[in-house]
């Protein structure tokens, strides 16, 4: 059921109808608690097309920043092999983590840009992110990311 909500929001949204019309729409056939969470999470099309420029930056930073710590973890194990497998594994979760920002934000999804906020905020706390070059990658992921977010999702994107 959760499944063809979703559709069926993406297909309206697609269409170009805004977030009150589809709530009018989607109301007269289901329960608006059925359907308001997922309506929630998406971006009208007529913000996607005025953002998308700056979306795209916002993708690509991330994808720099997330290869090059994919590089940098590659050449560790290759330089050293792995003496500890969990440890390996475990320094693989934020790359990974990011892969998945990626994909939610390529999709215009709330979540990918509210957890991504939050997570490049957290990751000032780490000491490699308190550098010249932690600092470059990071202060734009948080500007971009929150900008995005605003304008996206105007009062956290309620309709």
Do not use: C
């Not at 050449?75 to 990626?102: C, K, M, Q, T």
């Amino acid at each position: 059921m959760a499944h063809e909500v979703e559709k069926r929001i993406k297909t309206l949204i697609e269409q170009g109808k805004s977030k009150e019309e589809i709530k009018n729409i989607l109301s007269a056939e289901m329960e608006t608690e059925a359907f308001d969470r997922f309506l929630r999470n998406y971006a009208e099309l007529s913000r996607k097309e005025s953002y998308f420029g700056w979306n795209l930056l916002l993708l690509l930073i991330l994808a720099a920043v997330t290869f090059r710590r994919i590089g940098i973890m590659f050449e560790a194990v290759s330089r050293s092999g792995i003496d500890n497998l969990i440890i390996a594994a475990w320094s693989f979760l934020v790359p990974a983590l990011n892969l998945y920002l990626l994909w939610l934000i390529h999709r215009f999804h709330r979540l990918g840009y509210m957890f991504l906020l939050l997570l490049s905020v957290l990751s000032l706390l780490r000491p490699e992110n308190r550098t010249l070059i932690g600092l470059l990658q990071t202060l734009p992921l948080i500007v971009l990311s929150g900008f995005l977010y605003v304008k996206l999702f105007p009062e956290g994107g309620k309709v």
